[in-house]
Each structure stands twice: as structure tokens, then as C-alpha cells.
């Protein structure tokens, strides 16, 4: 009779230790996939701002240094989310423009 307790009780021990093992895996996919996707969410919000601040300096022809801060400060982890694409050439354009606005000549005024 020990015998026979102690066989069935192993496979049903191991049977539940199995099914553990599944829900496990699928919660912790589940998981992956939320996190997957929380992932691609910040990385498109920083892609925006970055966009953003691109199209309202690079109109104005300068970028001040703390927009430009701001801007690498979100590419940073832009790149570190696997984002690499035209985010890095407006970035790069973004560092190449002065940082004060561009003198405007006063009229009336002569250069000589």
C-alpha cells in the first residue's frame, strides 16, 4: 500500500512541478511582451521629442545650449532603446547649429 501511495504521489508531484513550470513560462512571456511594448512606447515619446525640438530650432536657424542638452539627454536613451535611425542625423544637425540667434543688422545703420 506504501508502495502504491508513494508511486502516484510522485507522479502527480511532478506533474504539478511540470504545470508550474508552464504557467511560469507564460507569465514570465506575458511580461516580456508588456515590457516589449512599454519599450517601443518610451523610445517612440523620446523619438517625438527629439523630432520636435529638431523642427522648432532648426527653423529658427540656432539652438540654444540647453535645447540641445535636452535633446541629447533624450537621445541618449533613445539609442540605448535600439532606436538609431533619423533621430541620429538631426541630432548630429542640431549640434552644428549656433547657439544664439543670428544677429539681425540694425537699419539704418552702415557698415562703413
Known amino acids: 500500500m506504501v508502495e502504491f501511495i508513494v508511486k502516484y504521489w510522485i507522479e502527480v508531484l ?3 512541478i511540470i504545470s508550474g513550470m508552464g504557467v511560469f513560462a507564460k507569465v514570465l512571456h506575458t511580461q ?8 517601443n512606447g518610451v523610445q517612440a515619446l523620446l523619438r517625438n521629442g527629439i523630432v520636435e525640438t ?3 530650432w532648426s527653423e ?5 545650449i540647453y ?4 535633446a541629447i539627454r ?6 540605448a532603446l535600439g532606436g538609431n535611425d533619423v533621430a541620429t542625423d538631426l541630432i548630429e544637425d ?7 540667434p543670428p544677429c539681425k543688422k540694425k537699419e539704418g545703420v552702415s557698415d562703413g
Open 54 to 56: 529638431y523642427n522648432k
Open 32 to 39: 516580456h511582451l508588456k515590457n516589449d511594448a512599454i519599450a
Open 94 to 100: 542640431l549640434k552644428k547649429l549656433p547657439t544664439e
Open 67 to 70: 535645447a540641445r542638452e535636452n
Open 14 to 16: 511532478f506533474g504539478l
Open 60 to 64: 529658427k536657424g540656432y539652438c540654444p
Open 74 to 79: 533624450m537621445y541618449v536613451p533613445y539609442h
